[in-house]
């Protein structure tokens, strides 16, 4: 299967929450031509890249959320954590898989990506007057909250998926 293009469709209509979705792409992107590659050592380092920018992007429509007063937070999460642990299985079994078995895993978490985005994601209110804090933008959140992770990470850490 080819890598997943962001195009206008998987639009949010939110830039921030775009311009996020854009990023997990790319980096998809990345996975497969490394898996063409058979290059596994990058594949490792992409793969901890997917975990901290997903984990960070994740805290980052959390918040979001909170914010808004959006009432279908709780099923949103658990397909944020539900997702996180299956990169991290990923990560885990990495060492003894072949690089097309593990083009048939990044497919699958691409895969679920997708239907996230088009689906739970879009649910979320965009509009700045809905919920407690009027004018609030998901930019806001991060900026106060949160600081991305340097991107790409020279040096990629592990990311436990339970520091919250
Ligand atoms: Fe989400």
């Known amino acids: 299967m ?5 195009n206008e469709s998987y ?3 939110n830039s921030a929450i775009d311009d996020q979705h854009k990023t997990l792409f790319e980096i998809f992107r990345k996975l497969h031509v490394q898996c063409d590659n058979n290059d596994l050592e990058s594949l490792q380092e992409a ?6 920018y ?7 429509e959390e918040i979001y959320m909170v914010d808004v007063s959006y009432r279908g937070i709780i099923m949103h999460r658990i397909e944020h954590n539900y997702f996180i ?6 990560i885990d079994l990495q060492d003894n898989r072949s690089a097309h078995r593990l083009r048939i895993l990044i497919t699958f978490l691409s895969s679920w990506l997708v239907q996230h985005v088009m689906g739970e994601d879009k649910k979320i209110p965009v509009t700045a007057t809905v919920g407690k804090r009027p004018g609030v933008t998901l930019k806001s959140c991060v900026a106060q909250e949160l600081s991305p992770p340097a991107y ?3 040096q990629p850490e592990r990311i436990s998926h339970h520091a919250e």
């Open 2 to 6: 080819s890598p997943i293009i962001w």
């Open 11 to 13: 639009s949010v209509h």
């Open 47 to 52: 793969l901890l890249e997917l975990l901290r």
């Open 54 to 60: 997903t984990v960070y992007h994740f805290k980052a």
């Open 85 to 90: 642990k299956r990169i991290q299985e990923v």
């Open 152 to 154: 790409p990470p020279s």
